[in-house]
């Protein structure tokens, strides 16, 4: 159950555009709140809120710097449910290659009809 | 050149995947619509066979699906009913498993955009909670590991050479 509801969070907070977001900034370094925040034209407070939710996820940490308290991205926890999403992506692919086969024997029968 | 799957999780309890195709719309939407074709496809992990696809593509008509792992015979079986048809570009309909592992049915969204003589495919499946959404990525997960390339590009060669009825 525990394991249910990490993932969820993760999934969760990775569906929204502003976090993805700050999730690739974070992928190019640490940053504080206030620099955070920036880029995004968005108040301080509505940038907390959404750090709070990537924080939940486990997806992202406040480093030790007392004044500035940086937030820096987790990423073995991003690699995680990229992990489950790739498992998914395969059965699927398994299909659409499938699909790919049969739609070229489609085309080659319309292009010749009996 | 390969045509890539995108899957990508959307809001609390959607989950969007889009693919293009080599191929006009009308004939995507025939492999989605007419049994005979959906079951030479539509497997999943290699080394099973889907004896049972019936469908009646139309408002509020039902299809059933079922799949037979060729080793053991175990059944795995799952139906819905569909709720828009508009061919060839939009088929809504729902989808619940026999023995479901997610709580409730979802409800699937296929839309197909022809551009160039390409298709390109996007299919929402919308669960009812984020829970049901999370558990059937996790299924994901332990079928993929069974379905290796190697073993896929054996059923991919052998599907080439099936004659269509």
Known sequence: MQVTHRLDAIFSALADPTRRAIIARLASGQASVNELAQPFAMSQPAISKHLKVLERAGLISRGREAQRRPRRLEAKRLAEADKWLERYRQLWEGNYQRLDTLLDELKAKERKPQ | ?165
């Open chain 2, 1 to 165: 050149m390969k045509n890539a799957l995108k899957i990508t999780p959307s809001g609390d309890r959607d989950l969007v995947m889009t693919r293009d195709f080599d191929a006009p719309r009308k004939l995507v939407y025939d492999a989605h619509t007419k049994p005979e074709l959906v079951r030479r496809w539509l497997l999943g992990p290699p080394g099973w066979s889907m004896p049972v696809c019936e469908m009646d593509v139309r408002v509020g008509g039902k299809y059933r699906w079922m799949w037979k792992k060729d080793t053991d015979g175990s059944t795995m079986g799952m139906g819905g009913v569909y709720r828009e048809v508009e061919a060839p570009e939009r088929l809504v309909s729902t989808e619940k498993f026999d023995e479901a592992w997610y709580p409730g049915e979802s409800l699937n969204t296929l839309v197909l955009v022809e551009k160039g003589g390409r298709t390109t495919l996007t299919q929402t499946m919308r669960y009812e909670s984020a829970a049901a959404r999370e558990a059937v990525i996790k299924s994901g997960m332990e079928q993929g590991v069974a379905a290796s390339y190697d073993r896929l590009e054996a059923v991919l060669a052998s599907t080439a050479n099936v004659t269509p009825r």
